[in-house]
């Protein structure tokens, strides 16, 4: 895998187009535990993105995700505008000036988002949040010295198995936490999002190596 800045931009497009196809389903499951916006307001950041990076494949991958980081804390309403741009702003804060990333990279970038997350929406594993999405996925990735395609997917799985995880625990964050107990049965809106973008990237890498 060797992903340049014009590659980087063809993923958070593809992220886009994903989460814009997964716009109503996100609000649906918001509307249940949370402010019922969380599908419109990713849509609408991630659409501010793309316009906001498209002339950008002259950059270094760090700029484009910090970019994306900082147009999403500016456009994206609730919490998810400070937890989705902080964890873009860390990964390009990681990546640096670099122009072509790789496999390892990846991994370094995930570990990144994972911690401005935390740090940010003082969240852990547990509490029916992104996290719960995001950290299985970081956790298959540091199990191998080396991170591939085919540990990438079984990442992206374990994401998925952590949407699956949130509908049988109390949400302790956000809004949905004012429900207690009657928020069990429903899947974190966030941890859903999250799956969709690592899905997105995976499927993007994919189209790379086809």
């Known amino acids: 895998m060797a992903v340049n800045s014009a590659k ?46 498209s002339a950008m494949a002259d950059k270094d991958c760090g700029s484009i995700l910090k970019t994306t980081g900082m147009t999403l804390v500016s456009t994206v309403g609730g919490a998810s505008g400070p937890l989705y741009g902080t964890a873009f702003m860390r990964a390009g804060q990681v990546v640096g000036n670099k122009t072509e990333l790789n496999y390892d990279d990846l991994l370094v970038i995930l570990e990144a988002a994972l911690a401005g997350i935390k740090m940010r929406g003082k969240a852990e594993k547990g509490e029916k949040t992104i996290v719960d999405a995001l950290e299985p996925a970081v956790e298959v990735l540091r199990s191998s010295s080396s991170v591939d395609a085919k540990l990438f997917e079984k990442a992206v799985e374990a994401a998925k198995d952590g949407v699956e995880y949130t509908k ?30 690592l899905a997105a990237i995976h499927k993007a890498l994919n189209e790379k190596s086809s």
Do not use: C, W
């Open 168 to 197: 049988g625990i109390i949400a302790k964050k956000g809004r949905a936490s004012y429900l207690g107990e009657r928020s069990i049965g429903h899947q974190d809106p966030g941890a859903t999002s999250t799956y969709i973008i």
């Open 8 to 53: 980087l931009i063809e993923i958070i497009n593809l992220i886009a187009d994903d989460i814009n196809a997964n716009k109503e389903f996100l609000t649906e499951l918001d509307s249940a535990i949370g402010d019922a916006d969380h599908g419109i307001n990713m849509s609408k950041g991630f659409k501010a993105v793309t316009e906001k990076i």
